[in-house]
């Protein structure tokens, strides 16, 4: 994936096979559960289509905590700069350093492979 515009069909992708609810959406059913969403708010992949602002179901495991790997390449990304758009649909998109896996689906795998295909989507 090139770093120009993200399609839609994106977004519709990561909706229909992940999930893909509302910012607020989120942070309501963090209230219920916590008390306090703030902590975990800070630690979303959060993405931006026209107006509104949305979390990937992918970074959320069975318990509705935070998947710890997606976490770990979250904060990575952030530290190469990668917007969050970016690095929400790099997560869904097969990568030559993953033998064509896409890094969602190597989640549950050793993280370095997932760290060097992200370092070298970034910039």
């Known amino acids: 994936m090139s770093h120009g515009e993200i399609p839609p069909a994106v977004w519709e992708e990561i909706r ?7 910012l ?20 979303l992949v959060r ?16 318990n509705g905590q935070i998947h710890p790997t997606v976490r770990a390449l979250f904060v990575r990304a952030m530290e190469l700069k990668i917007a969050h758009n970016y690095f929400g649909a790099w997560m869904i998109t097969p990568s030559p350093h993953l033998e064509g896996r896409r890094p969602v689906d190597a989640l549950d795998g050793p993280a370095p492979p997932l760290l060097r295909a992200l370092e070298a989507f970034g910039p």
């Open 47 to 62: 993405i931006f289509i026209s107006d509104g602002t949305f979390c990937p179901g992918y970074q959320f495991q069975d």
């Open 24 to 43: 607020d959406q989120v942070r309501a059913k963090l209230f219920t559960e916590t008390g306090d969403p703030e902590p975990v708010m800070r630690q």
């Open 16 to 22: 229909n096979e992940f999930t893909l609810p509302a």
